[in-house]
């Protein structure tokens, strides 16, 4: 009996190992250095490193590696690109966030850096244990992050509720894999999709069909779907700013990520009724609910985790057209999705950054109310937060327009016009508590009691808001080229 | 050295780089827009012009490479500003002679206007001077507004025609509006000796000119936007070379239809396109608002409304003519439309007595002669016609802001008289660029005119009858303004006394705008004529715009035989001459004439000088029910029922709101439950199958 050997192509795996190569350095360096802030400025530019192998693995034949394990397709790499570019701005904010707190300390940057790796791994993953791999390394991060200011009880509550609830949920993905299992014989998405198109007597086979519904609600929970979302604005609220940018859009991207090559791929030719009509109606109660509670919120960070609940609801609707009746369509379903993910990084994590600057203690806080003459004391953040809030709300010619066009219009390709209808009406709702925060800024500044002390933008902070102000913009006016990058995302 | 030179063309340099004749006036105008308040008046004096110059510079060359390369059309695109899925929307411009032509005079006119300005927009007083309030957002305008025509006429496909159409109307919008503070100016009554006086109703305020425009230019481009869709609808494509290459290959086709009494797909797109071309270019029955737009700075004024921005549906049909070749219908209704307005217009220009609508009715009037040459087919004679108007128009608009701007902004010519011996080089310039305007032999504007009326003849003679007629009428309105401004005794000695000639930034652009109406013919001789009497110099017009005009079918090009040429040709130069004298006699041999002739014809006179009664008949039919059933709508449908459904949803989703953050209460064993009936339903729902009926779908 020959020896098979397992192949082992390290390179496609290269921009996770430099991820985590990275992590162990700064884990290194924190135990020498005594200044933490350089392990942030080290983080970014790692960072970069990690994003250099992505470029020419864009180009490089999609060939599964590790025994089927992870694939480098340009699904992945794309996705790649989004976790280290969240991961990035992320630490920019956190590098001024943690030190206008007195938190500054090297675990942050190694959590950052190995949740991302998590994410990652999710986005490669072909095979379900893989991507429970990535998941757990991904969320146990997350957890510690969310609790990591020590000294606020809501942070240690937020810590400690993501915890517990993100558990529940990883045991309901557990439960699912192993349902499908037990129905087809393997874990590994390729092979699960093969068994359905060979035995299709087993297609209404309820066993697998709960196992699906299961993996559904692990990742839901994941992407903040309603009624999985009870966790998230707790959470996002009681985590320090710069990791709720993280995790809102990090952890979002890679649940969507793992979703949807699994969906694509193992229930791509099988159940795809019953999972498209489930995942519609997530997504109307997801938009809708998010964006109704959104409207009655007085705190800006607050109203951000409703909003992001929100916007898990349009990234469904982009799930949901996937089973379109033509390739092309289900191309331009995942690209819009990509696109969307990717808009979203820019513009929430700016949005995020705004927070995470003015969130000084004892100064200013993250009420609607303190944004009142941010106009007058610091004119580039109001306006950069105005171009943010214009971008999340939908208003051309941001990128978030784009994301949102691309993904309605999948919906519509996808004969799910009734679903794009109430995405869109669900975007007029959102303007009302987007723009409240810009009349804020802008238009009630001739109050008397308000402060007017000047606010100090340090540069790492000035950074994030100016990069991802200039790609709402700038690729608002031009998608071309970031919709050109988005097509290279196909499964391998 | 010549083989230099070739190298040089063949790189197509100026070409390549003909996106900075856009970029450098916006550039100028972000400058100005951003930095013109702090880097004080001299410095936007110098930027502004000097941007528009570069961009005329630029376009020369971009004009003489498409010379040598025998003006091929080139393409240069940018980029691709967004594919959306079929539609897929790239920034190119179109290098072409007829794009160049335009581009030269919006530049080349637009930088003398610019430099004209710069002294316009600031008042000298004993020494002092004074520049314009608003000095910057002048020129960031004037510099937005030309960049916004390029785009007009450089783009290549009706999306960005459409784009600048719209931008180049927001600007005109705000620069008629430019002095929005100042009211509603009431003019005296025309007194007539021994007779009853003539009301004159009250010139509309800046802002209220600029508001009429901007609304009667938004019908004009509803009818554009929807020719502009039923293009993309029909051929699916908007690109020029895409778009008239499949209309040409079935044009004989269309025509043919057309010509048997089949209103064709093709009909409808001309006719709503001209619809847009009737609104931006003035023509019956949406000219209203450019009297109106004389409320504007007087340079704006000559540069917008002269010169160049109504010109563009001139510009507009000439880029589409396969589009009005294959509907021969529609371009007849083109130029009955253009005939009557050069008509009316005249009529209404005879008795004016407020020098710029004078002209502005003059330009209305021969935006009409232009339209009549497109619709009868003559595109080169329209657009030949298009280059020396916006030189002696752009003349004498210069012209009569120069008078204003030394009588202290008064511009009723029953105020002036005898200004030739104050203003000299005003006063010349005035009767250059009149002489061109009524027509007088050899000067630019008798060229042009006389083409336009041959090829009408060849047409039409009815139609060669009502434009002889208006050529007659303009050569005596235009000496009838000339002689009572600038000849004769003073009629407001305090006005004349306080007079002085105008500085060079003023007086040079008036004469290099005056020689070029004198000799801009020189582009158009008629070739012909000349032919005929032994002389081939080629029509250099025609030469230089023939690739851009496409032929239909092979029907041979006939000419009027020699003899009627030249008889059109000795008639439409004797009537310019004769009308010139009739008003020497009128305005300066006895002057009781007009009067006795406005007292017995005094229901006539009274109907002119109220511009046919048109805006109050607009007024009463459109303007009035429009308000009052917006005013009904507003009170009784909006606040009340629209209002209440919207501001009840807003109260009633706020309070579902509250109700749902008051679901997340923080206990997490509460997170759990409703977490777990969450997902009873949801894998409850996949036990049990996961359908629903179809009428879900």
């Known amino acids: ?492 | 050295m010549i083989g230099n030179w070739q190298s040089v063309i063949d790189k197509q340099r100026m070409t390549n780089l003909i996106w900075l004749v856009i970029a450098l006036p916006l550039a100028g105008a972000l400058f100005n827009g951003i930095f013109g308040r702090r880097v004080g008046y001299q410095v936007v004096a110098k930027v502004a012009p000097t941007m528009v110059f570069l961009a005329f510079l630029i376009g020369l060359g971009g004009a003489f490479e498409t010379y040598a390369r025998h003006g091929k059309a080139q393409l240069v695109t940018l980029w691709t500003w967004a594919e959306i899925g079929e539609l897929n929307i790239p920034i190119s411009f179109l290098v072409d002679p007829l794009s160049m032509t335009m581009v030269l005079v919006i530049t080349g006119v637009g930088f003398l206007i610019h430099i004209y300005a710069t002294d316009y927009m600031v008042h000298h007083h004993h020494g002092e001077t004074h520049p314009d309030r608003d000095f910057a957002r002048f020129f960031t305008f004037l510099n937005l507004f030309i960049a916004s025509m390029l785009v007009l006429v450089l783009g290549d496909n009706y999306l960005m025609m459409f784009i600048g159409w719209e931008l180049v109307g927001a600007c005109s919008y705000l620069l008629i509006g430019f002095w929005h503070d100042r009211g509603d100016d009431p003019q005296p009554a025309i007194e007539i000796e021994g007779g009853e006086a003539v009301q004159v109703a009250p010139l509309l305020s800046p802002a209220a000119s600029g508001m009429k425009a901007f609304v009667v230019n938004r019908i004009g481009d509803v009818g554009f936007a929807l020719g502009v869709f039923l293009i993309w609808t029909t051929f699916g494509t908007l690109q020029f070379d895409q778009l008239f290459s499949r209309i040409a290959s079935s044009a004989e086709m269309y025509r043919e239809s057309a010509l048997h009494g089949e209103f064709t797909v093709i009909s409808m797109i001309a006719l709503l396109l001209f619809i847009g071309a009737m609104g931006k270019s003035a023509q019956i029955p949406l000219y209203v608002w450019l009297p109106d737009a004389m409320a504007g700075p007087t340079p704006v004024s000559a540069l917008i409304h002269a010169a160049t921005m109504v010109t563009a549906g001139i510009y507009m049909i000439v880029r589409s003519n396969i589009i009005y070749t294959s509907a021969p219908n529609v371009s007849f209704l083109v130029a009955m439309v253009g005939a009557l307005t050069a008509f009316f217009a005249a009529t209404i220009a005879l008795v004016q007595v407020d020098l710029k609508r004078v002209l502005a009715y003059s330009t209305v009037s021969q935006l009409g002669y232009m339209f009549m040459a497109v619709g009868v087919g003559a595109y080169t004679a329209g657009m030949f016609h298009l280059v020396t108007h916006a030189f002696f128009k752009a003349c004498l608009f210069l012209g009569a802001g120069s008078v204003m701007h030394a009588l202290g902004d008064v511009i009723d010519i029953r105020r002036m008289g005898g200004l030739r011996k104050k203003m000299p080089h005003t006063a010349m310039t005035f009767y250059l660029g009149g002489l061109a305007l009524a027509g007088f032999p050899l000067t630019a504007g008798f060229f042009s005119k006389d083409e336009i009326l041959a090829k009408t003849f060849e047409y039409s003679p009815m139609l060669w009858g009502i434009g002889i007629v208006t050529a007659g009428m303009t050569a005596f309105y235009t000496f009838r303004a000339i002689f009572l401004a600038f000849e004769g005794e003073p009629r407001d000695q305090e006005l004349y006394d306080h007079a002085h000639e105008n500085r060079l930034a003023v007086t040079a652009p008036l004469w290099i705008l005056a020689v070029l109406a004198i000799f801009g013919g020189l582009l158009g001789l008629p070739a012909p004529l000349l032919h005929g009497v032994g002389i081939d110099i080629p029509h250099a017009m025609e030469n230089w715009l023939h690739p851009v005009i496409q032929q239909v079918g092979h029907h041979e090009v006939h000419h009027l035989p020699f003899i009627t040429e030249l008889a059109l040709f000795l008639i439409s130069g004797f009537l310019g001459v004769a009308s010139i004298g009739l008003a020497y006699y009128f305005y300066i041999v006895d002057r009781s004439i007009p009067q006795n002739l406005a007292r017995s014809t005094h229901p006539i006179f009274a109907l002119l000088v109220n511009k046919y009664y048109i805006d109050e008949l607009y007024n009463t039919v459109f303007v009035k029910p429009a308000l009052t059933l917006s005013n009904t709508m507003s009170r009784g449908i909006d606040q009340t029922l629209i209002d209440g459904i919207v501001d009840g949803s807003a109260y009633g989703i706020a309070e579902l709101g509250k109700y749902l953050s008051q679901l997340q209460n923080g206990f997490i064993s509460r997170y759990a439950l409703a977490t777990f009936i969450g997902v009873l339903f949801l894998v409850g729902y996949f036990f049990l199958g996961g359908q629903f009926p179809n009428w879900i779908y």
Request: charged fraction near 10%.
């Open chain 1, 1 to 492: 009996m020959p020896i098979e050997f397992p192949v082992l192509n390290f390179f496609a795996l290269s921009p996770i190992i430099v991820v985590i190569v990275l992590a162990l350095v700064v884990m290194f360096m924190d135990m020498l250095s005594s200044d933490k802030t350089v392990l942030g400025y080290l983080t970014v530019f790692g960072l970069f490193g990690a994003l250099m192998p992505c470029v020419p693995l864009l180009n490089q034949t999609k060939a599964p590696t590790f025994q089927n394990m992870v694939v480098s397709d340009g699904y992945a790499v794309v996705f790649y690109i989004i976790f280290i570019v969240t991961a990035l701005l992320s630490s920019l904010i956190a590098l001024t966030y943690l030190e206008n707190r007195g938190m500054q300390q090297g675990e942050y940057y190694i959590l950052i850096l190995l949740s991302t790796s998590g994410m990652m791994l999710m986005a490669a993953s072909t095979d379900l244990i893989v991507t429970f791999l990535g998941l757990e390394i991904m969320s146990i991060a997350l957890y510690v992050l969310a609790g990591f200011n020590r000294r606020s009880i809501s942070s240690g509550e937020a810590g400690l509720k993501y915890f517990l609830l993100g558990a529940f949920a990883s045991a309901f993905f557990l439960y699912g894999v192993a349902f499908i299992y037990g129905a087809t014989g393997s874990t590994n998405i390729h092979e699960i999709g093969g068994w359905f198109s060979t035995n299709e007597i087993y297609q209404s086979n309820p066993i697998a069909l709960v196992g699906l519904a299961l993996l559904i609600i692990g990742f839901a929970f994941k992407v903040a779907a309603v009624p999985f979302h009870w966790w998230t604005p707790d959470v996002y609220h009681g985590a320090p700013t710069s990791a709720t940018a993280f995790m809102a859009v990090g952890a979002k991207a890679a649940g969507f990520a793992a979703l949807v090559r699994i969906l694509a791929i193992s229930f791509g030719g099988v159940f795809t009724v019953q999972w498209q009509i489930a995942i519609s109606l997530l997504a109307v109660i997801t938009m809708t609910s998010g964006n109704i509670a959104a409207l009655a919120q007085k705190d800006v960070k607050r109203m951000l985790a409703y909003s992001s609940i929100a916007h898990a609801g349009y990234l469904l609707v982009g799930v949901a057209a996937l089973p379109a009746s033509n390739e092309l369509y289900r191309v331009q379903a995942v690209s819009g999705l990509l696109f969307y993910l990717m808009s979203y990084a820019f513009m929430n994590i700016g949005a995020f950054a705004v927070v995470a600057l003015l969130e000084k203690q004892g100064k200013i806080g993250t009420k609607l109310s303190d944004y009142t003459t941010l106009s007058t004391r610091q004119p580039f953040v109001a306006f950069v937060m105005l171009l943010f809030m214009f971008s999340l709300t939908g208003i051309p010619p941001f990128i978030g327009f784009w994301g949102k066009w691309y993904i309605f219009w999948a919906a519509v390709d996808a004969n799910l016009g009734w679903l794009a209808a109430i995405g869109m009406i669900n975007s007029a709702i959102s303007a009302f508590y987007y723009l409240s925060v810009v009349v804020q800024m802008y238009m009630h500044t001739e109050q008397a009691d308000v402060e007017t002390t000047p606010i100090a933008l340090p540069a790492p902070i000035a950074i994030a808001v100016t990069v991802t102000a200039m790609f709402t913009l700038l690729f608002g006016l031009w998608p071309t080229p970031l919709i050109n990058l988005m097509s290279l995302a196909v499964f391998g």
